[in-house]
């Protein structure tokens, strides 16, 4: 009956153990004892019940002897198991089984919240840097635009303070002053489009305007005046 339990456990950890190898650098000795720990805890061995000899689990988990000696001399140090000539392995404790399995589980998490930090820490410099190289991009096809491309709307945004606030863009002969027209209007979310000369600029508003390569400098000093 054990035997069969032991097979079940067995493939279960072979499944288990390349994903192990993976997550962190624990010896082959350490994963068998932690493995056999987990064993004793699920009841698989009982208290006072001898597990198989180290040439069987050796076997099992496809190692030599002196690994699973390895494995069996840590289950003895923390108190899980009793090992003796004549006598075999005997389980002594599943409470400290349970211990020994909670502390490494707690130093495996704390080793995976590392990886997944220093993940994260250069999967966002490696954003920022695209964010960054993504906006130089924007400015200066922007650039290029404006001075190759007079049909591309600059914008413009209408702050407080401005004296032309409250005016129709007639009545401040925006084209006159400026040689900019003005295509759209961006205001509170909404874009009119063609407003017309007997629109009135408004704070906030962001004007669109077309022109030559001079017009954004003109259009700046007239709404700073």
């Given at each position: ?162 004296s032309h606030i409250g005016k129709t863009i007639s ?55």
């Amino acid at each position: 009956m054990h035997v069969e339990k032991s097979i079940v456990k067995v493939n279960d950890f072979i499944a288990v153990e390349d994903i192990m190898q993976q997550r962190t650098q624990i010896p082959t000795y350490e994963r068998i004892a932690i493995d056999l720990a987990n064993r004793i805890y699920d009841g698989k061995f009982k208290v006072g019940e001898k597990i198989h000899g180290r040439s069987t689990l050796a076997s099992e988990y496809n190692v030599s002897p002196e690994t699973v000696r390895r494995a069996i001399k840590i289950l003895e140090d923390v108190g899980i198991v009793q090992s003796a000539k004549g006598s075999g392995i005997i389980v002594s404790s599943r409470e400290n089984a349970f211990k020994y399995i909670n502390r490494f589980s707690s130093l495996e998490t704390i080793k995976d919240l590392e990886k997944q930090m220093k993940s994260l820490f250069s999967k966002r410099e490696e954003l920022d840097q695209q964010i960054f190289d993504t906006v130089n991009k924007i400015i200066d096809y922007s650039g290029k635009l404006r001075h190759t491309n007079p049909m591309v709307p600059i914008e413009v945004e209408i702050v407080p303070g401005c004296s032309h606030i409250g005016k129709t863009i007639s009545e401040v002969k925006f084209w006159q002053n400026t040689g900019g027209t003005v295509v759209g209007i961006k205001r509170n979310g909404k874009l009119i489009i063609s407003p017309g000369p007997y629109a009135s600029i408004l704070e906030g508003d962001v004007l669109l305007i077309i022109g030559d390569e001079k017009t954004y400098d003109r259009v700046m000093h007239f709404l700073g005046e």
